[in-house]
């Protein structure tokens, strides 16, 4: 579904961050943790085609990204939506771009969704982190994109919502790479679990869906091989 085949990037000011990286990410979701710095990131602006590697290559859908804009729907760790333009207009812009009709009873049906559509017709700097999470979550939803890539998504939602957020994430059954340090969401995400460190970036564990049940078990393993 998703492959990187010897990726080497290294910023201009900054460390080799990938070195000849090979991964597969498989249909459904795969939660990525990992320490601050290791790579995560760049990975998937890798993945996202944001960023283009010095060698190797990346597929996605048999693909390379940069062939596949609207198709992939890509949730920065922070900003992601255009100051310049409101709440509905920001989630309504992927729909817009595919021409779709009726965009906006789509817009109000994923802002309902994610409790967001009092919010609807302010601007991004009038809504609270937490909200613009939301905003960013409900414009991939509206897109229908195929590849989601979500780089720590919930880390400002609060508990109540996290929960069911995860739930519309999994109802949502597209393929998702998702970022989280929170060790009790990459449970509750129920994907496969990639524990990594870097830079440069190396897969240090993986463990199957539903391997995990139990949270404080997985921050184990992960701070275990955080380590090695
Ligand atoms: N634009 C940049 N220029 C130079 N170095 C960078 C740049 N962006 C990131 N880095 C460095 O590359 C490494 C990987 O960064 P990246 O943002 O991918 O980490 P991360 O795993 O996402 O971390 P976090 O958990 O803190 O979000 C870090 O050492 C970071 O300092
Ligand atoms: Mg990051």
Redesign the pocket.
């Known amino acids: 579904m998703i492959r990187l085949t010897g990726v080497t990037y290294r ?5 080799v ?1 990938l070195q000849n990286f090979t991964a597969e990410f498989p249909p459904g979701i795969t939660v990525i943790l ?12 890798i993945t996202a085609g944001i960023l283009k590697p010095q060698s190797g290559t990346v597929e996605v859908m048999g693909r390379p990204p940069d062939e596949l804009r609207g198709k992939i729907a890509y949730i920065p ?1 922070t900003g992601g939506l255009y100051p310049w333009m409101t709440v509905r207009e920001n989630i309504a812009l992927p729909l817009k771009l595919q021409r779709r009709s009726n965009p906006e009873r789509e817009v109000e049906s994923v802002a309902e969704s994610l409790g967001i559509s009092h919010l609807l017709d302010r601007y991004p700097k009038e809504i609270s982190g937490g909200e613009q999470q939301k905003t960013l979550i409900a414009r991939a939803l509206a897109s229908g994109a195929e590849v989601w890539l979500l ?2 998504p919930l880390s400002m939602i609060d508990i109540d919502y996290r929960r069911e957020i995860i739930q519309l994430l999994k109802k949502a059954g597209r393929s998702m790479v998702v ?1 989280t ?1 929170n060790v009790q969401d990459a449970v509750d995400l129920g994907g496969y679990i990639y524990i ?1 460190k ?2 440069p ?1 190396q897969l240090v564990a993986t463990a199957a869906p539903g391997q995990y049940t139990d949270a404080e078990r997985l921050a184990e393993t992960a701070r275990e091989a955080f380590k090695s």
């Open positions: 910023y201009r000011r900054g460390p961050v990992g320490p601050n710095g290791s790579g995560k990131t760049t990975l998937l602006k760790q780089d720590e970022i340090h990594v870097g830079p970036l």
